[in-house]
């Protein structure tokens, strides 16, 4: 009898407590919410790194490319308002501020998991979906539309564009999954859940800070990306045309390219290089020079033959002006085969470009048409998603477009 009156007791007291800090949460001001918390003091080598949340840009973007990233894929819920909006973006804002500072979120329910962010960014992404069901298409972005058809697509319908698109980086996947869990839970009268794609590189203090990422192909993958902090990543990646709230954002074309690996690998290495028109143990153009040295397209080798072929990745994908520079980000993915496969594993390729037919679809067309790579990758998921520009102290995502 005693027993079950000690967890009567217990239960009553749970209850109690979970109620108290429900009332805390919803008695939170406006102020706290928006408000940025000081970075914790932790141990550690890199788990208490900090990515500062405000800014004119959001984060995520010109930041150093974390080991763990994962694309949320969801669509508004039916009937949602831009009221409903209002809402979600102050309740996402206020979890990203907090999280991304290593303090939990209001109602987190395992806290202790959001004491060391290890460099977690939160950024979101709007689809065109978002405007339309919002009766908000007078605030597009002009390059949020769909990509056109390319023929080498064979897009899978578990990977469809959505309404909103969260990004969320860190240099610890414990830290990527815990985020996820808040943001999602918490948005459940708003949005539901499409996909989740989950993209990794190498774990941090593996290789030298700055070093270019390889993917699962054994290229060195990035290596023309703008330099964080210049005037050419900024007119790379920042737009100023279109509707006023949107000047500071950012395009992104999210491809999911499945590999053929069970088919590459049955080349040699000399092939493999021909195929991507780079060395494979440094990424270096095959007519010399290190890695980052200017890629020579015209070089005729002693056999009187062009020294990076003709159908050459790198010939193909090399920006022809500057106009078609990207910003260009690969993940590697490695999720469960099928039953006719070893595996299933590609490139998460995130673009990021201040005008998506300018920048990503004439090199996308040339690769469409000719590119020796197209025999082992195939684009399997495809999306186009405008990312906000920042928000200060005190603002909300999106508080110029919903006002």
Same mark, same amino acid.
Request: charged share 20%; net charge negative; aromatic share 6%.
């Given at each position: ?14 209850? =109690? $407590?979970?109620?108290?800090? &429900?009332?805390?949460?919803? %008695?939170? /001001? +406006? !102020?706290? *919410?928006?408000? @940025? ?52 973006? =102050? $309740?996402?804002?206020?979890? &990203?501020?907090?999280?991304? %500072?290593? /303090? +939990? !979120?209001? *109602?987190?329910? @395992? ?53 909103? $698109? ?12 815990? !985020? ?141 002006h500057d106009s078609e520079r990207m910003l260009r980000r ?74």
């Amino acid at each position: 009898m005693t027993r079950a009156v000690s967890r009567r007791r217990m239960l009553a007291a749970g209850a =109690a $407590l979970l109620g108290g800090a &429900a009332a805390g949460a919803v %008695a939170a /001001t +406006a !102020a706290d *919410a928006l408000s @940025e918390p000081s970075p914790p003091s932790l141990p550690g080598a890199f788990g208490a790194d900090v990515v500062p949340f405000h800014g004119a840009h959001q984060a995520g973007v010109e930041t150093p490319q974390q080991s763990h990233t994962w694309f949320v894929g969801l669509d508004l819920r039916p009937g949602q308002t831009v009221a409903d909006m209002r809402r979600l973006m =102050a $309740l996402w804002t206020d979890d &990203a501020v907090r999280l991304t %500072a290593g /303090t +939990a !979120a209001l *109602a987190d329910l @395992e806290s202790e998991l959001a004491t060391t962010p290890s460099r977690l960014t939160i950024t979101l992404g709007l689809g065109s979906g978002f405007f339309s069901s919002l009766d908000l298409d007078a605030q597009r972005p002009p390059s949020l539309k769909p990509l056109p058809a390319f023929a080498v697509d064979r897009l899978d319908g578990r990977w469809p564009a959505t309404d909103v $698109l969260l990004q969320v980086g860190s240099d610890d996947v414990m830290t990527v999954s815990h !985020a996820v869990r808040v943001l999602t839970r918490g948005a459940r009268s708003f949005v539901d859940p499409a996909w989740v794609q989950r993209g990794f590189v190498r774990s941090r203090g593996v290789a030298p800070a700055g070093t270019t990422p390889r993917n699962l192909m054994g290229q060195v993958d990035g290596t023309s990306n703008p330099a964080p902090g210049t005037a050419e990543l900024d007119r790379t990646v920042w737009s100023a045309d279109g509707p006023s709230w949107w000047h500071g954002g950012t395009m992104l074309v999210l491809r999911r390219i499945r590999m053929e690996l069970d088919t590459w690998e049955r080349l040699g290495r000399t092939d493999r290089e021909m195929a991507i028109g780079r060395r494979l143990p440094d990424g270096s153009p095959l007519a010399g020079g290190g890695e980052h040295a200017q890629v020579d397209l015209e070089t005729v080798g002693a056999d009187g033959l062009l020294v990076v072929p003709e159908l050459a990745h790198v010939r193909q994908a090399k920006a022809r002006h500057d106009s078609e520079r990207m910003l260009r980000r690969g993940y590697t993915y490695d999720d469960s085969p099928g039953a006719a496969s070893v595996s299933d594993v590609g490139l998460l390729f995130a673009a990021y470009v201040a005008d998506v037919d300018r920048q990503f679809v004439p090199v996308q067309r040339r690769l469409e048409a000719a590119d020796l790579l197209n025999k082992w990758t195939t684009p399997v998921g495809s999306a186009v998603y405008a990312l906000p520009p920042g928000a200060g102290p005190g603002e909300a995502w999106c508080d110029s477009l919903l006002a």
